[in-house]
């Protein structure tokens, strides 16, 4: 962007956040303005999330920033400014991100003043930021996780440089608050307890990717939800990758069951959900609080990865078979109608036909109301990735094949026992094959469509089930 002349800032830049940010917004917003009378026109952005919930929840901060500058949210990517939030999970949520780029190439040619940034987990691995260094040099910004909070100064550096702006950082213990966020809907929201993992999960990335642990104050927790209840929220989720560990490394330790205890006083709102939950770090003060609770959801997401008490070892998960059997007993004695779901690796190395069928048990038994089923992706500096018994592709199809169909067939066993219930359901939006139609959740994350229009959005209402349709409902607003 080097044919913009540099803006001289009248103010000293100040070191202190969020205060630094607000001064590069300004900033940010004067270059944008001048590119919009060079073109005679409001210039666009998109945003593209690859990732989980963290990962949307982090889109919205980027959304939040490119609104405050004077962008405008487009649903294309024929946009002035396109951002890709990256995941790098498991490979195949890389490869999507570089076959997307060739396409953005095009775009750019047809307008070159187009920005094409990346940001998120991907851009923390070293292999990838040279990659894109030799092969994709039309990027013009690219940072990493552990510094999102800085966007509004790379859009600024980014228009002043006529180089790829690049901006890493290993790791940070910092947080943070107070700058603005653009949510997708107006009455539920994300919302972060905390940042990072510190589990080391032998196949999985995200620590190295996002950083060590850190949990948010609670103050600033609270503070937050009151403020999205203020301007309309009645649901959030709590995020963290391990939100039963939240609050061990506060100044004053704080249990996720006392958070959680603090959030059900907001006045106002009405569901709380959170996720993930590690079954190592899941209290009986924690199922304590969700038994008396009345906003917590019915719906409880507990990763099983496998039943194997072997293979749970090798991927040092800190959890029998049997330790998890025992809590899903005791989660089910105190909240008997809650929904279980988990997720599931099939194919981990060294995994035997054995190991698999105790994964197959721990399925039936547990009777999950829904699972996501992952092949094992190897991840380049995990210790699994270093392991020779990686199980072969055929046998890891074959089991997977397997697993899918046994959770289908529970799931949509345990979604039928739900027809001919009146539940409340959260009105989320018009249904976008069916005009005449509303769709919602209920507390326990199932889908529900009924007819209604948009004046219900964002409402609870009593819907009595008519009809499972496998993975959702079709109802009726009625009185109960
Ligand atoms: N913190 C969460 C999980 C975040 S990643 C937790 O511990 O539950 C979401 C899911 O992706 C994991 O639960 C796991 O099932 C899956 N996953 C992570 N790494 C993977 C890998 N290398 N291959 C396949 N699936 C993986
Ligand atoms: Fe990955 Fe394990 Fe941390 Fe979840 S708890 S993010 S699976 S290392
Ligand atoms: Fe993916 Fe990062 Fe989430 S690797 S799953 S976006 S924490």
């Given at each position: 962007?080097?044919?913009l002349?540099?803006i001289v800032?009248?103010?000293?830049i100040?070191v ?6 607000f ?5 940010a917003?004067?270059y ?10 409001k ?15 982090d ?38 991100v ?6 953005l190439?095009?775009l750019?040619?047809?307008n ?14 070293e292999k ?45 213990d ?5 700058l ?6 107006r ?5 972060n ?10 196949y ?7 950083g ?11 503070r937050?939800?009151?403020?999205l209840?203020?301007d ?10 391990n939100?039963?560990?939240?609050g061990?490394?506060?100044?004053v330790?704080v ?6 205890q603090?959030?059900?006083k907001i006045?106002g ?10 079954p190592k770090?899941?209290?009986d ?9 009345k906003k917590?959801?019915?719906?409880l997401h ?6 194997s ?15 998890y ?6 989660i ?13 690796i099939?194919g981990f ?11 197959m ?7 999950y109301?829904?699972a ?28 997977f094949?397997?697993?899918l169909?046994?959770?289908?067939t ?9 027809e ?11 249904n976008?094959h069916?005009?005449n ?12 469509h ?24 079709m ?6």
């Amino acid at each position: 962007m080097k044919e913009l002349e540099k803006i001289v800032p009248s103010a000293e830049i100040p070191v202190m956040e969020p205060q630094r940010q607000f001064y590069f917004m300004d900033i940010a917003k004067q270059y944008v303005a001048r590119l919009e009378e060079k073109k005679g026109r409001k210039l666009t952005f998109c945003v593209n999330t690859f990732g989980c919930q963290m990962n949307a929840r982090d889109s919205e901060k980027l959304c939040g920033i490119l609104e405050a500058v004077g962008y405008v949210e487009t649903d294309t990517e024929e946009a002035d400014f396109v951002i890709y939030n990256t995941c790098t999970v498991r490979e195949n949520a890389n490869n999507k991100v570089y076959g997307r780029l060739g396409y953005l190439q095009g775009l750019k040619r047809k307008n070159p003043d187009m920005i094409i940034a990346l940001c998120g987990c991907m851009m923390q691995e070293e292999k990838v930021v040279e990659k894109l260094k030799k092969s994709y040099r039309y990027v013009n910004l690219i940072f990493g996780t552990h510094n999102i909070y800085k966007f509004a100064e790379l859009i600024v550096q980014t228009f002043e440089s006529d180089k790829m702006v690049i901006d890493i950082w290993k790791d940070t213990d910092k947080i943070v608050e107070e700058l603005p966020v653009e949510r997708k809907y107006r009455f539920k929201s994300g919302v972060n307890i905390m940042f990072g993992c510190n589990n080391f999960c032998s196949y999985c990335i995200v620590p190295y990717v996002r950083g060590r642990e850190r949990s948010r104050k609670p103050q600033d927790i609270i503070r937050e939800i009151e403020g999205l209840v203020a301007d309309g929220v009645v649901e959030v989720m709590l995020l963290g990758q391990n939100v039963n560990s939240y609050g061990k490394n506060l100044d004053v330790p704080v249990t996720f069951a006392e958070l959680l205890q603090e959030i059900e006083k907001i006045d106002g709102l009405e569901r709380i959900r959170f996720m993930t939950s590690h079954p190592k770090d899941l209290s009986d003060e924690l199922i304590e609080v969700m038994k008396h609770s009345k906003k917590i959801c019915k719906h409880l997401h507990l990763p099983l990865q496998s039943g194997s008490s072997r293979v749970l070892k090798e991927m040092n998960r800190r959890y029998t078979k049997e330790q998890y059997l025992a809590l899903v007993d005791r989660i089910r004695a105190a909240v008997p109608d809650i929904a279980l779901t988990t997720d599931i690796i099939v194919g981990f190395p060294g995994e035997t036909e054995e190991d698999f069928e105790e994964t197959m048990d721990v399925v039936r038994k547990v009777q999950y109301d829904s699972a996501f089923t992952f092949i094992y992706s190897k991840r380049t500096g995990t210790p699994a990735a270093e392991k020779e018994d990686q199980v072969p592709e055929a046998v890891v199809k074959e089991r997977f094949d397997r697993l899918l169909a046994e959770v289908q067939t529970i799931a949509a066993k345990k979604a039928q026992a739900y027809e001919g219930q009146t539940l409340p359901v959260l009105v989320e939006e018009v249904n976008e094959h069916d005009k005449n139609l509303v769709t919602g959740r209920l507390s326990n994350n199932s889908v529900v469509h009924f007819p209604g229009d948009s004046s219900l959005i964002g409402k609870i209402v009593d819907v009595c089930l008519k009809e499972c349709k496998g993975f959702y409902y079709m109802g009726e607003q009625c009185e109960k």
